[in-house]
């Protein structure tokens, strides 16, 4: 168990509050996108965008943690 927590457990590039922030802000900015089509009954609405943000703010965070 103490070699899992000392593998996984390095600090990383960018600190935890900047990730948490930046996911609550692409599910904030999906949510806009997503209500106003939503709105305007459009397809492709809410919950889509929501998880398109998110999903392409993951792949973008984790990106910087590789590199």
């Known amino acids: 168990m103490e070699a899992l927590v ?9 600190s935890f509050s900047v990730i948490v922030a930046r996911l609550l802000l ?14 305007r009954n459009r397809p492709a609405g809410l919950r889509t965008h929501i998880l398109v943000c998110v999903a392409a703010a993951t792949f973008a965070i984790l990106t910087i943690e590789i590199m």
């Open 6 to 14: 000392e593998e996984f457990g390095h600090p990383t590039y960018t």
């Open 26 to 39: 692409a599910t904030l900015f999906g949510a806009a996108i997503g209500f106003e089509r939503e709105w």
